[in-house]
């Protein structure tokens, strides 16, 4: 079971980047996925979700509008679209599966090894 | 949105010593809170789930509990490789916001 990230990088303020979460180990296709970021030093920070088939997302407020969830099942792979880059959207991003363990307890189980991205000029 | 408080944000002990890191917030979340443990450079792990239910693979010095509004994570017999930092997080409503993380130390 793994989670690759990719796609980070250097990028000047209101740039456009895109992330992938490459998924091997397990029916993708079943999982809810989420992203959540860490800027350097600091807390992890929830950022967004997306059910199994793509169609319901949510976001956190402050990349609502800026950013997008995505997921291609046919290629096992999420996405998250960032544009207006932002010097505060500085962090490494990690993507994340949701398990249900009965009786509404789910949690983020799995976690790829995250891929910073810098957002300066 | 839910606010999660996270105490102390830093702690220090002994190897074999029993530490409690607490997480509150201001409404119930009933049990939809998970533990994670963060190493320096590395992806958090998962440690507990539906506040009290310990993840497979997770040493049984680990335990959670609580429910409403405040929960606990409690450390029994502390070891070397537990130096890390502890985060909660709610699953209860969108956003799901983790506490601002708990450092431990090993003296």
């Known amino acids: 079971v793994q989670l690759v990230e990719s796609g980070g990088g250097l990028v000047q303020p209101g740039g456009s980047l895109r992330l992938s979460c490459g998924v091997s180990g397990f029916t993708f296709r079943s999982y809810w996925m989420h992203w959540v970021r860490q800027a350097p030093g600091k807390g992890l920070v929830w950022v967004s979700r997306t059910n199994s088939d793509g169609t319901s997302t949510i976001y956190a407020d402050s990349v609502k509008g800026r950013f997008t969830i995505s997921r291609d099942n046919t290629k096992n792979t999420m996405y998250l679209q960032m544009n207006s880059l932002r010097a505060e959207d500085t962090a490494v991003y990690y993507c994340?599966?949701?398990?249900?363990f009965g009786g509404g307890r789910d949690a983020l189980d799995i976690w790829g090894q995250g891929t910073m991205v810098t957002v300066s000029s | 949105d839910i606010q999660m408080t996270q105490s102390p944000s830093s702690l220090s002990a002994s190897v074999g010593a029993t530490v409690t890191i607490t997480c509150r917030t201001r409404q119930s979340i009933s049990h939809f809170l998970s533990w994670y443990q963060q190493k320096l450079g590395k992806a958090p792990r998962l440690l507990i789930y539906?506040?009290?239910t310990l993840q497979s693979g997770v040493p049984s010095r680990f335990s959670g509990d609580g429910s409403g509004t405040e929960f606990t994570l409690t450390i029994n017999g502390l070891q070397p490789e537990d130096c890390a930092t502890y985060y909660c997080?709610?699953?209860?409503?969108?956003?799901?916001?983790f506490g601002q993380g708990t450092k431990l130390e090993i003296e």
């Open positions: 539906g506040a009290s």
């Open positions: 997080q709610q699953s209860y409503s969108s956003p799901f916001s």
């Open positions: 994340a599966r949701e398990s249900t």
